[in-house]
Protein backbone atom coordinates (compact mmCIF):
# COMPACT_ATOMS: atom_id res chain seq x y z
CA UNK A 1 0.00 0.00 0.00
CA UNK A 2 1.37 3.83 -0.94
CA UNK A 3 0.45 6.22 1.67
CA UNK A 4 -2.41 7.62 -0.33
CA UNK A 5 -3.88 4.26 0.03
CA UNK A 6 -2.81 4.61 3.63
CA UNK A 7 -5.15 8.11 3.86
CA UNK A 8 -7.93 7.03 1.85
CA UNK A 9 -8.25 4.39 4.12
CA UNK A 10 -8.45 6.23 7.25
CA UNK A 11 -10.75 8.84 5.36
CA UNK A 12 -12.95 6.90 4.05
CA UNK A 13 -14.04 5.82 7.60
CA UNK A 14 -14.63 9.29 8.30
CA UNK A 15 -16.48 10.19 5.41
CA UNK A 16 -18.36 6.38 5.56
CA UNK A 17 -19.43 7.67 9.07
CA UNK A 18 -20.76 11.33 7.47
CA UNK A 19 -23.13 9.03 4.93
CA UNK A 20 -24.16 6.74 7.41
CA UNK A 21 -25.60 9.55 9.71
CA UNK A 22 -27.17 11.10 6.76
CA UNK A 23 -28.80 8.08 6.16
CA UNK A 24 -30.20 7.39 9.79
CA UNK A 25 -31.16 10.88 9.84
CA UNK A 26 -33.18 10.00 6.63
CA UNK A 27 -34.76 6.35 7.94
CA UNK A 28 -35.66 8.21 10.92
CA UNK A 29 -37.19 11.37 9.35
CA UNK A 30 -39.65 8.41 7.19
CA UNK A 31 -40.12 6.58 9.95
CA UNK A 32 -41.27 9.76 12.20
CA UNK A 33 -41.85 12.22 10.04
CA UNK A 34 -44.57 14.18 12.44
CA UNK A 35 -42.36 14.20 14.96
CA UNK A 36 -39.14 15.65 12.86
CA UNK A 37 -41.07 18.40 11.13
CA UNK A 38 -40.10 18.09 7.62
CA UNK A 39 -38.26 21.19 6.04
CA UNK A 40 -37.39 21.86 2.24
CA UNK A 41 -34.39 24.03 3.25
CA UNK A 42 -33.31 21.25 5.24
CA UNK A 43 -33.75 18.41 3.00
CA UNK A 44 -32.27 20.33 -0.21
CA UNK A 45 -28.89 20.55 2.45
CA UNK A 46 -29.44 17.04 3.55
CA UNK A 47 -29.10 16.18 -0.38
CA UNK A 48 -26.24 18.12 -1.03
CA UNK A 49 -24.29 16.91 1.68
CA UNK A 50 -24.91 13.65 0.76
CA UNK A 51 -23.93 14.14 -2.80
CA UNK A 52 -20.48 15.86 -1.62
CA UNK A 53 -20.16 13.20 0.87
CA UNK A 54 -20.55 10.80 -2.15
CA UNK A 55 -18.32 12.97 -4.91
CA UNK A 56 -15.45 13.85 -2.45
CA UNK A 57 -14.12 10.40 -2.54
CA UNK A 58 -13.90 10.84 -6.54
CA UNK A 59 -12.20 14.30 -6.38
CA UNK A 60 -9.50 12.58 -3.91
CA UNK A 61 -8.37 10.34 -6.43
CA UNK A 62 -6.14 13.00 -8.33
CA UNK A 63 -4.15 13.41 -5.06
CA UNK A 64 -3.19 9.61 -5.84
CA UNK A 65 -0.56 10.94 -7.73
CA UNK A 66 1.09 12.84 -5.18
CA UNK A 67 4.75 11.71 -4.68
CA UNK A 68 5.33 13.09 -1.94
CA UNK A 69 2.99 13.29 1.35
CA UNK A 70 3.55 15.23 4.04
CA UNK A 71 2.40 15.24 7.65
CA UNK A 72 1.11 18.18 6.93
CA UNK A 73 -1.16 17.33 4.06
CA UNK A 74 -1.65 13.82 5.89
CA UNK A 75 -3.41 16.32 8.48
CA UNK A 76 -5.11 18.66 6.00
CA UNK A 77 -6.83 16.00 4.07
CA UNK A 78 -8.26 14.41 7.27
CA UNK A 79 -8.79 17.78 8.51
CA UNK A 80 -11.42 18.01 5.41
CA UNK A 81 -13.12 14.57 5.90
CA UNK A 82 -13.70 15.43 9.66
CA UNK A 83 -15.27 19.13 8.59
CA UNK A 84 -17.78 17.06 6.11
CA UNK A 85 -18.34 14.54 8.62
CA UNK A 86 -19.21 17.31 11.37
CA UNK A 87 -21.65 18.87 8.15
CA UNK A 88 -23.23 15.86 8.08
CA UNK A 89 -24.00 15.26 11.88
CA UNK A 90 -24.79 19.05 11.93
CA UNK A 91 -28.00 18.23 9.88
CA UNK A 92 -29.59 15.35 12.21
CA UNK A 93 -28.93 16.55 15.60
CA UNK A 94 -29.40 13.18 18.80
CA UNK A 95 -32.62 15.22 19.66
CA UNK A 96 -34.59 17.83 18.30
CA UNK A 97 -35.96 18.65 21.88
CA UNK A 98 -36.61 22.09 22.28
CA UNK A 99 -36.73 22.80 19.03
CA UNK A 100 -39.46 23.70 16.15
CA UNK A 101 -38.93 20.05 14.49
CA UNK A 102 -35.54 19.87 12.10
CA UNK A 103 -36.65 23.66 10.39
CA UNK A 104 -36.30 25.71 14.01
CA UNK A 105 -33.27 23.37 14.34
CA UNK A 106 -31.37 24.03 11.36
CA UNK A 107 -32.13 27.93 11.38
CA UNK A 108 -30.88 27.54 15.17
CA UNK A 109 -27.87 26.14 14.11
CA UNK A 110 -27.17 28.00 10.50
CA UNK A 111 -24.26 30.31 11.68
CA UNK A 112 -22.64 26.54 12.96
CA UNK A 113 -23.36 24.68 9.04
CA UNK A 114 -22.47 28.08 7.20
CA UNK A 115 -19.85 29.34 8.98
CA UNK A 116 -18.37 25.22 8.55
CA UNK A 117 -19.30 25.37 4.95
CA UNK A 118 -17.17 28.49 4.39
CA UNK A 119 -14.43 26.98 6.16
CA UNK A 120 -14.39 24.14 3.64
CA UNK A 121 -14.81 26.48 0.67
CA UNK A 122 -11.07 27.48 1.68
CA UNK A 123 -10.35 24.05 2.68
CA UNK A 124 -11.64 23.21 -0.65
CA UNK A 125 -9.27 25.31 -2.93
CA UNK A 126 -6.43 24.18 -0.60
CA UNK A 127 -7.25 20.75 -1.62
CA UNK A 128 -7.46 21.59 -5.07
CA UNK A 129 -4.20 23.44 -5.28
CA UNK A 130 -2.80 20.33 -3.83
CA UNK A 131 -3.53 18.27 -6.85
CA UNK A 132 -1.43 20.86 -8.90
CA UNK A 133 -1.66 24.40 -10.61
CA UNK A 134 -2.11 22.63 -13.73
CA UNK A 135 -5.69 20.61 -11.93
CA UNK A 136 -6.31 23.98 -10.54
CA UNK A 137 -5.78 26.20 -13.83
CA UNK A 138 -7.78 23.49 -15.70
CA UNK A 139 -11.16 24.23 -13.49
CA UNK A 140 -11.06 27.77 -15.16
CA UNK A 141 -12.30 30.94 -13.53
CA UNK A 142 -15.94 29.37 -12.75
CA UNK A 143 -14.16 27.31 -9.70
CA UNK A 144 -13.03 30.73 -8.12
CA UNK A 145 -16.20 32.56 -8.91
CA UNK A 146 -18.08 29.49 -7.76
CA UNK A 147 -16.23 29.78 -4.23
CA UNK A 148 -16.66 33.39 -3.80
CA UNK A 149 -20.59 33.25 -4.45
CA UNK A 150 -20.75 30.55 -2.08
CA UNK A 151 -18.20 31.84 0.80
CA UNK A 152 -21.12 35.05 0.30
CA UNK A 153 -24.06 33.14 0.17
CA UNK A 154 -23.39 31.51 3.18
CA UNK A 155 -22.50 34.84 5.32
CA UNK A 156 -25.78 36.05 4.18
CA UNK A 157 -27.39 32.83 5.22
CA UNK A 158 -25.41 32.99 8.67
CA UNK A 159 -27.54 36.35 9.49
CA UNK A 160 -30.67 35.91 7.60
CA UNK A 161 -33.68 33.79 8.40
CA UNK A 162 -35.24 34.12 5.13
CA UNK A 163 -36.99 31.23 3.66
CA UNK A 164 -36.93 32.01 0.18
CA UNK A 165 -33.39 33.26 0.25
CA UNK A 166 -32.49 29.82 2.37
CA UNK A 167 -34.45 28.07 -0.33
CA UNK A 168 -32.77 29.68 -3.29
CA UNK A 169 -29.38 28.99 -1.80
CA UNK A 170 -30.03 25.22 -1.30
CA UNK A 171 -31.31 24.71 -4.63
CA UNK A 172 -28.94 26.81 -6.27
CA UNK A 173 -26.12 24.74 -4.61
CA UNK A 174 -27.65 21.46 -5.12
CA UNK A 175 -27.86 22.22 -8.62
CA UNK A 176 -24.12 23.66 -9.31
CA UNK A 177 -23.10 20.70 -7.29
CA UNK A 178 -24.62 18.05 -9.35
CA UNK A 179 -24.13 20.24 -12.75
CA UNK A 180 -20.32 20.60 -11.66
CA UNK A 181 -19.40 17.33 -10.58
CA UNK A 182 -21.01 15.12 -13.92
CA UNK A 183 -19.00 18.53 -15.68
CA UNK A 184 -15.64 18.15 -14.85
CA UNK A 185 -15.18 14.89 -13.10
CA UNK A 186 -16.57 12.27 -15.79
CA UNK A 187 -13.83 10.11 -15.28
CA UNK A 188 -10.79 9.62 -12.62
CA UNK A 189 -7.75 11.41 -13.20
Same mark, same amino acid.
Given at each position: ?21 ? +? ?62 ? +?? /? ?6 ? /? ?40 ? +? ?13 ? /? ?23 ? /? ?10
Amino acid at each position: MDMFEYVAVLTSIIIGLGIAHL +LRGLTQLIQHPEQAGVSFVHLCWVAYTFLLTVFWWWWEFRLGTMEVWTFGVYLFVILYAVLIFV +LC /SLLFPASI /SGFDGLKGYFFAKRAWFFGIFIFLQFIDTGDTLLKGMEYFHS +LGIEYSISKVAQILL /SAVAIVTRNEKFHGFFAIAALAYMA /SQAFRYYGTVG
